[in-house]
């Protein structure tokens, strides 16, 4: 299988975020209310909630569903 | 409209309770969605309004108090309506199509074709993460990785091999990983992987 330059950077652009241990897309869900709370908040991410940062970060899905979900939110 | 520590009370009570409960919630849904998806028919919002307050219902018992109660709804119910958006958006496309048009782009070409201005240790890296990728992963993980790349939500992906989108992720996380420790065993480190 052959990447293309664009494909190949992309791919790099993940291994470089790849960690041991990484929360998944349900994880994602299950935190993601909380998330999102704490960042309207402009609170400090606590420890807890690294690892879904760091999945929004990767998913473009969970990315998707997050920013949605904020701009949803700031209409509250 | 309830108050925030009502909603569980209410959605578990006795029906009239539950019924006002449900109502409530479906406004409120209804309205953030409509703002949420606001390029969408009102057929698609009463559509997602709806399959979302069911799923919600349905998984009160998941609600852990981490957060509002409706902002876990309004979460959940963003994620219907992206599965909705996405299911239609990719309804006609195989996921061998994708993968074969991703094939065919680059078929025949040899990697310092496809980079010709790359630099000595691009090319070393570039081969290496072909080789592993041909000699250590599996077909599943092969197919799936180049249809992520070709931009087909992983949703999307899983309908087509029985698999839901958490497994899916599992996979490519595998195969992420994989990649990673061989490339490390290979003597590329961290800072190899930038690609400027
Ligand atoms: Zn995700």
Redesign the pocket.
């Given at each position: 299988m052959d990447l293309s330059k664009e494909n190949m950077d992309a791919l790099l652009g993940f291994l470089k975020q790849t960690k041991d241990r990484e929360a998944?897309?349900d994880d994602?869900l299950a935190a993601m209310a909380e998330f999102a709370e704490t960042h309207l908040a402009g609170k400090t991410i606590p420890e807890s909630l690294k690892a879904i940062e760091d999945?929004l970060e990767i998913?473009a899905?969970?990315k998707e569903e997050f920013e949605t979900l904020l701009t949803a939110l700031r209409e509250m | 409209m309830a108050v925030e520590t009502d909603w569980i009370e209410r959605l578990t009570g006795e029906s009239s309770a539950r019924d006002a409960a449900l109502a409530d919630l479906r406004e409120l849904l209804r309205g953030k969605l409509r703002h949420a998806f606001a390029s969408s028919g009102d057929d698609f919002i009463e559509d997602i309004t709806q399959d979302a307050l069911l799923k919600i219902h349905s998984q009160l018992d998941a609600f852990e108090g981490r957060s509002k109660f409706t902002t876990w709804a309004l979460t959940i119910a963003v994620r219907v309506g992206y599965t909705e958006l996405r299911r239609l958006r990719w309804k006609d496309v195989s996921l061998e199509q994708v993968t074969e048009n991703s094939a065919s782009v680059d078929a025949g070409r040899v990697d310092s074709q496809n980079e010709p201005a790359a630099s000595a240790a691009r090319k070393q890296l570039v081969e290496a993460v072909h080789a592993i990728i041909d000699e250590d992963l599996t077909q599943k993980q092969r197919d799936v990785l180049k249809a992520e790349l070709a931009g087909m939500p992983?949703e999307e992906i899983g309908r087509r091999l029985g698999m839901n989108?958490n497994a899916i992720?599992k996979l490519t996380y595998d195969a992420r990983r994989k990649l990673k420790k061989e490339l490390e065993r290979r003597g590329f480190s961290q800072e190899d992987l930038s690609t400027d």
């Open positions: 998944t897309c994602c999945h998913c899905e969970c | 992983q989108r992720y």
